[in-house]
């Protein structure tokens, strides 16, 4: 179900740079502007250049959080659980029974709520990345399934029967027809799992975890009323989903750039 | 028909996965106990900590049964979890804090205030984005930034400082649940009311309609099958934004906030029998949406 967000949004208009940056450097000065000028108490809204000292000052601190949170954690679980997905994908393809099975299991788990098996994951795999990677890779799992072996089935049936008719191998087939025909749907999963990722590493971390890492960084600093450390948290997160998922954009733009949703102009 | 049969297989697949699991996850725990209590048990060189699990079950066959039924297993059997489940909603009364049934509840209100909330706001803010090209090219963008930031991530937060202005209880849960389930709700109303065709507005061109009389009569009616899966997708999401919304205040009440108090207190069957609490909720309330999908398009002229 999420695939349909993505897909909605990639064949959204594209508008110009300017007036969303507008907005958000507007947003930005009544934010400042206005903690400072109605003193607001920073335990509710720190102002933004309090959150940027603090984003200098304790840069170390959010480095040993984001590779533990992201680079260990979410990236591990991410190939873990995407690859896990995508060769499940590709064994069920063979097994036509099995497919339509999986498909309609696939997305009833999708749409569960599968975070909560961060706490059994913990109790599992102990407080360390590992337990995080394997809540990433589970929930990343399920779209990466579903929207693999909906783009497994886009291959039109005219097209295979042309394979068909070359006496290309089920490797032939697969490397130069099916895989192409599924890439904009593969990517659509892995632009899905990218948010996913972030947001089972993160809360995972609320289920315990060593002394360091983002979701713990979050919640103990909540907890101190450290509000400024909260914030430089969630814009390292924020600027980490949006570059993990700006990669796997670009990776989409260099590998699909057949597709008609990648024309530009 | 083939589709339920596959269905079946598959989950029977999981199902037996699962059984067959719970020997290998429990048996040093069982181990343990029976050698303990005097029971002969084989442990292989070096002890139980380093011993493989497998080759654990395979020489103790015999504590095979006890894996089933321990109290605090590291993985338990389904039986468990429905006895659980069973027990917590049918066994208790409805208003008991221990019934399952109250804490879905909880979790439902603050679920449906935020739905509600959201995708009312998510409407609107749709309706504005088709109309005014300046909201159109600043706002849009911001919208599906919104969606690779993990908002989930800022759920403790928004907690912890509405209490602090003294708001507790529902209204957080049901903010976090609004945010979560108003983006796809933007989305797909975006979609769906610029779908008219240049045939249908030009007709309505001809008959001198007004923007508002264009809006009511096309562009909303078109809107509707693009709303519904964005409301599926918003629900599904809601509920996931409430459960997380529990976990930080270690509130008292809710499907999340028995799975926190399961992970303290290592009470596994009560996470798990939550967690099946969460997902039967799940599916029931984006089956009530589909219900009403089903009939709402059919009563437009939707339906095939």
Same mark, same amino acid.
């Given at each position: 179900?999420?695939?349909?967000?993505?897909?909605?949004?990639?064949?959204?208009?594209?508008? @110009?740079?300017?007036?969303p940056?507008?907005?958000?450097?507007?947003?930005?000065?009544l934010?400042e502007? @206005? =903690?400072?000028?109605?003193?607001?108490?920073?335990?509710?809204?720190?102002?933004?250049?309090?959150?940027?000292?603090?984003?200098?000052?304790?840069?170390? !601190?959010?480095?040993?959080?984001?590779?533990? !949170?992201?680079?260990?954690?979410?990236?591990?679980?991410?190939?873990?659980?995407?690859?896990?997905?995508?060769?499940?994908?590709?064994?069920?393809?063979?097994?036509?029974?099995? %497919?339509?099975?999986?498909?309609?299991?696939?997305?009833?788990?999708?749409?569960?709520?599968?975070?909560?098996?961060?706490?059994?994951?913990?109790?599992?795999?102990?407080?360390?990345?590992?337990?995080?990677?394997?809540?990433?890779?589970?929930?990343?799992?399920?779209?990466m399934?579903?929207?693999?072996?909906?783009?497994?089935?886009?291959?039109?049936?005219? %097209?295979?029967?042309?394979?068909? =008719?070359?006496?290309?191998?089920?490797?032939?087939?697969? !490397?130069?027809?099916?895989?192409?025909?599924a890439?904009?749907?593969?990517?659509?999963?892995?632009?899905?799992?990218?948010?996913?990722?972030?947001i @089972?590493?993160?809360?995972?971390?609320?289920?315990?975890?060593?002394?360091?890492?983002?979701?713990?960084?979050?919640s103990?600093?909540?907890?101190?009323?450290?509000?400024?450390?909260?914030?430089?948290?969630?814009?390292?997160a924020?600027?980490?989903?949006?570059?993990?998922?700006?990669?796997?954009t670009?990776?989409?733009?260099?590998? !699909?750039?057949?597709?008609?949703?990648?024309r530009?102009? | 028909?083939?589709?339920?049969?596959?269905?079946?297989?598959?989950?029977?697949?999981?199902?037996?996965?699962?059984l067959?699991?719970?020997?290998?996850?429990?048996?040093?725990?069982?181990?343990?106990?029976?050698?303990?209590?005097?029971?002969?048990?084989?442990?292989?060189?070096?002890?139980?900590?380093?011993?493989?699990?497998?080759? #654990?079950?395979?020489?103790?066959?015999?504590?095979?049964?006890?894996?089933?039924?321990?109290?605090?297993?590291?993985?338990?059997?389904?039986?468990?979890?429905?006895?659980?489940?069973?027990?917590?909603?049918?066994g208790?009364?409805?208003?008991?804090?221990?019934?399952?049934?109250y804490?879905a509840?909880?979790?439902?209100?603050?679920?449906?205030?935020?739905?509600?909330?959201?995708?009312? #706001?998510?409407?609107?803010?749709?309706?504005?984005?088709?109309?005014?090209?300046?909201?159109?090219?600043?706002?849009?963008?911001?919208?599906?930034?919104?969606?690779?930031?993990?908002?989930?991530?800022?759920?403790?937060?928004?907690?912890?400082?509405?209490?602090?202005?003294?708001?507790?209880?529902?209204?957080p849960?049901?903010?976090?649940?609004a945010?979560?389930?108003?983006?796809?709700v933007?989305?797909?109303?975006?979609?769906? #009311?610029?779908?008219?065709?240049?045939?249908?507005?030009?007709?309505?061109?001809?008959?001198?309609?007004?923007?508002?009389?264009?809006?009511?009569? #096309?562009?909303?009616?078109?809107?509707?099958?693009?709303?519904?899966?964005?409301?599926?997708?918003?629900?599904?999401?809601?509920?996931?934004?409430?459960?997380?919304?529990?976990?930080?205040?270690?509130?008292?009440?809710?499907?999340?906030?028995?799975?926190?108090?399961?992970?303290?207190?290592?009470?596994?069957?009560q996470?798990?029998?939550?967690?099946?609490?969460?997902?039967?909720?799940?599916?029931i309330?984006?089956?009530?949406?589909?219900?009403?999908?089903?009939?709402?398009?059919?009563?437009?002229?939707f339906?095939?």
């Open positions: 179900m999420m695939a349909l967000v993505v897909s909605l949004v990639s064949s959204g208009r594209r508008a @110009g740079v300017l007036p940056l507008v907005l958000g450097a507007a947003i930005l000065l934010w502007v @206005g =903690t400072r000028g109605f003193g607001v108490p920073s335990v509710i809204l720190p102002p933004v250049s309090a959150i940027a000292v603090r984003m200098v000052a304790s840069h170390a !601190t959010l480095w040993e959080d984001f590779s533990q !949170t992201f680079l260990k954690g979410a990236l591990s679980g991410y190939i873990i659980g995407c690859g896990a997905g995508f060769l499940l994908a590709l064994f069920s393809d063979r097994v036509p029974f099995l %497919q339509r099975g999986l498909l309609q299991v696939g997305n009833f788990l999708a749409a569960m709520p599968i975070i909560g098996i961060a706490p059994i994951l913990v109790m599992w795999f102990g407080f360390d990345w590992q337990s995080k990677a394997a809540v990433v890779a589970v929930m990343c799992f399920f779209p399934l579903v929207n693999t072996v909906q783009g497994l089935a886009a291959a039109g049936a005219m %097209q295979r029967d042309l394979m068909r =008719t070359y006496a290309a191998s089920y490797g032939q087939s697969m !490397t130069k027809l099916r895989l192409p025909a890439a904009p749907f593969i990517f659509n999963g892995l632009k899905i799992c990218t948010t996913l990722a972030l @089972g590493a993160i809360v995972a971390e609320f289920f315990g975890s060593p002394i360091r890492g983002m979701g713990f960084r979050i103990t600093e909540v907890g101190r009323l450290n509000l400024d450390m909260v914030w430089a948290e969630i814009v390292v924020a600027l980490a989903g949006s570059a993990f998922y700006g990669v796997i670009l990776l989409e733009r260099a590998a !699909t750039f057949w597709h008609p949703s990648q530009r102009g | 028909m083939r589709t339920m049969q596959s269905v079946l297989i598959v989950v029977g697949g999981i199902m037996a996965i699962w067959a699991a719970v020997p290998f996850m429990n048996i040093k725990w069982e181990a343990n106990m029976a050698s303990r209590a005097g029971v002969e048990v084989s442990i292989p060189e070096g002890g139980l900590r380093r011993a493989s699990a497998v080759a #654990l079950v395979f020489t103790n066959p015999h504590l095979i049964p006890g894996t089933y039924v321990q109290e605090k297993p590291r993985l338990p059997g389904p039986q468990q979890v429905v006895a659980e489940l069973w027990a917590t909603t049918a208790e009364a409805v208003t008991s804090n221990r019934s399952l049934v804490h509840g909880v979790t439902l209100t603050g679920t449906v205030a935020g739905f509600l909330f959201g995708t009312a #706001l998510g409407v609107l803010l749709a309706v504005a984005i088709v109309h005014v090209r300046v909201i159109d090219a600043s706002i849009m963008p911001w919208v599906i930034a919104s969606q690779t930031i993990p908002i989930l991530a800022l759920a403790p937060m928004i907690i912890v400082v509405m209490n602090s202005v003294g708001i507790t209880g529902l209204v849960k049901a903010i976090i649940s945010y979560l389930s108003f983006f796809p933007v989305v797909g109303m975006v979609k769906g #009311l610029r779908s008219p065709d240049a045939m249908q507005m030009d007709l309505l061109k001809t008959y001198n309609a007004s923007a508002a009389q264009t809006f009511w009569k #096309l562009r909303l009616p078109a809107a509707a099958p693009f709303l519904f899966p964005s409301l599926k997708i918003g629900i599904a999401a809601s509920l996931v934004g409430a459960i997380v919304g529990e976990l930080p205040t270690g509130a008292v009440a809710g499907l999340g906030a028995r799975l926190l108090a399961g992970s303290y207190y290592g009470q596994t069957v996470i798990w029998s939550a967690l099946f609490g969460a997902a039967i909720l799940a599916a309330l984006v089956g009530a949406v589909g219900l009403i999908q089903a009939f709402a398009l059919k009563r437009m002229g339906a095939r």
